[in-house]
C-alpha cells in the first residue's frame, strides 16, 4: 500500500489508536495526527492545517522544512550519512570550526541528543575538577537549580524536583547541590572546595518560560570566577536565536564556560547536539574517554552548518527580538483579562492562565480545537514557542485564539 493511499484510508483515530497499542505510554500526546508541515503550519492526515506555537520546544526554531535546511540534507544523503568516528569525514572539522567561530568558543565536542550534551558536559566539568582544579577523586560537586529541566537520562533526574520524572527511577547519581532558582545567595553558600560547576538554564523552559530577575546571571558568573568554578549554561532550547539573541546569556553580557546545545542545532530534521566551551575545559578528554558512534556523523554535521549558516546573517535573531516584542505586546494586553502574567524573552512565553481558567491540557486541546498547537507546561502555564519564520498576522491569530481559550466569551 502506497503512502498516499494509506492516508485516504486510515483516519487519525486509527494512528492514534495503533501509538496505544504498540508504543510505550511515555507521553501523552494531543490528539492531532500530523502528515505534513511547512513553515509555520503543519497538516493532519485529514486535512486539517494548525498554526504551530510550540515548534518541537525549539526545534524548529526555522519553521517546518526550511528550503535551505532540506536542500542541506538532500545533498548530504546523496554522499555519505555515517563513519562512525572511527574515521574522518569531510563535513566534521568544517562544522566544529563554523559552530565555535559562531558560538565565540574555540572547541567543539559533537553528540546527538540535547541530554546527551548536558550528561557530556557533566563528565567533562568532573574531569576538569580533579585535573585541572584538584578537586580529590569521586567528591566533585555540581551545582543546579530547581525546578531545573536538562534532559530524562538516571544522572539527570538525580537532581530534578520533578517528582514524576523521578519516582521509581532510583537510585540516583550523587554530586549535586540543588539551590533556589534566581537566588544568587544560595548558589554563594553551596560552593565549597569541591564545586566543579554551577550548570544554568538561562531562562527555565519546563518551569513555565522564568527569566531570572536582573543580576543573577552576571552574578553567578562573578562567583564562578571567584572561585574557581565553571559555568555551564544549558541553551539547549533557550540558545540559537530563540530569545532574540543568539545565546540568552547574551542579553547580560554573560560568556559561560560551556554552553549545551540542541534542538535547533539540528534544523529539525534530525538530533544534533554539542558542548561548546573552550580548549582548556574541553581539552580534558583524551581519546577512549568519551564517545558517540552517530555524534558528529556526516549528515548531522551537514544540516548543523546549514543551521550555522542561517544563524550567521542574524536574521532570525532579529526576528526573534522584533517580533517576540509584538508577541509579548499582544499576550501583554490579555492580562486582567484571563492572563495573570507573561514571561520570557524573545519568541518565547510563558503564558500563567488566570485563576478558573482552564488548566493544563484543557487550555491546549480547546487551542488545538481552533487550529492552534501549544502545549501546557506545569497546571496553568501555556508555552509559546513559534517558528522563527512566523509573520504578525500568524502571530495574531494565536494569540486570538489564546484569547478565546481564556476568555471564553469572547469565542
Not at 59 to 69: I, K, M, T, W
Not at 93 to 100: D, K, P
Not at 208 to 224: F, K
Request: a negative charge.
Amino acid at each position: 500500500m502506497t503512502a498516499i493511499a494509506e492516508h485516504n484510508t486510515i483516519t487519525s483515530a486509527d494512528y492514534i489508536a495503533m501509538d496505544e497499542e504498540w508504543s510505550t505510554h511515555n507521553y501523552h500526546p494531543l490528539p492531532v495526527v500530523l502528515s505534513h508541515g511547512e513553515g509555520a503550519w503543519v497538516t493532519d492526515v485529514e486535512g486539517r492545517r494548525y498554526l504551530d506555537f510550540l515548534s518541537g520546544y525549539s526545534s524548529l526554531n526555522f519553521g517546518h522544512r526550511h528550503p535551505a535546511l532540506v536542500a542541506a540534507t538532500i545533498e548530504q544523503l546523496g554522499r555519505v550519512t555515517l563513519t562512525s568516528r572511527a574515521f574522518h569525514h569531510d563535513q566534521f572539522g568544517l562544522f566544529c570550526r563554523e559552530l565555535a567561530a559562531l558560538t565565540g568558543t574555540e572547541m567543539v565536542l559533537a553528540m546527538n541528543s540535547g541530554a546527551e550534551a548536558v550528561e557530556s558536559a557533566i563528565k567533562v566539568a568532573r574531569k576538569w575538577a580533579y585535573q585541572v582544579k584538584g578537586v580529590p577523586e569521586g567528591t566533585a560537586e555540581i551545582i543546579v537549580a530547581g525546578s531545573n529541566f536538562h534532559g530524562r537520562t538516571t544522572t539527570i533526574v538525580s537532581f530534578s524536583t520533578d517528582e514524576t520524572a523521578r519516582n521509581d527511577f532510583g537510585p540516583f547519581t550523587p554530586g549535586f547541590k540543588v539551590v533556589k532558582y534566581g537566588n544568587l545567595d544560595e548558589i554563594e553558600s553551596a560552593i565549597t572546595p569541591r564545586t566543579a560547576a554551577v550548570l544554568i538554564e538561562p531562562i527555565q523552559g519546563e518551569a513555565g518560560v522564568v527569566v531570572p530577575p536582573a543580576g543573577y546571571l552576571p552574578g553567578i558568573r562573578r562567583l564562578c570566577d571567584e572561585h574557581n568554578v565553571l559555568m555551564i549554561a544549558d541553551e539547549i532550547q533557550s540558545g540559537l536565536g530563540r530569545t532574540g539573541d543568539l545565546f540568552a546569556l547574551d542579553h547580560e553580557g554573560v560568556r559561560a564556560d560551556l554552553y549545551t546545545l540542541g534542538k535547533a542545532l539540528g534544523g529539525g530534521i534530525l538530533p544534533v547536539s554539542a558542548v561548546v566551551g573552550s580548549r582548556a575545559v574541553l581539552g580534558v578528554l583524551k581519546p577512549g574517554e568519551h564517545g558517540s558512534t552517530f555524534g558528529g556523523n556526516p549528515l548531522a554535521c551537514a544540516v548543523g552548518r546549514a543551521v550555522v549558516r542561517l544563524l550567521e546573517t542574524g536574521e532570525y535573531q532579529e526576528r526573534s527580538r522584533e517580533l517576540g516584542a509584538y508577541l509579548h505586546s499582544s499576550l501583554g494586553a490579555l492580562v486582567g483579562s484571563g492572563i495573570a502574567e507573561v514571561r520570557g524573552r524573545g519568541l518565547w512565553a510563558g503564558v500563567e492562565i488566570s485563576p478558573g481558567g482552564p488548566v493544563g491540557r484543557a487550555a491546549s486541546e480547546a487551542l488545538a480545537a481552533r487550529g492552534v498547537l501549544c502545549k501546557e507546561t506545569q497546571a496553568t502555564t501555556l508555552r509559546v514557542a513559534p517558528p522563527l519564520v512566523i509573520t504578525r498576522d500568524e502571530i495574531d491569530l494565536g494569540v486570538q485564539a489564546i484569547a478565546e481559550v481564556v476568555r471564553p466569551t469572547l469565542g
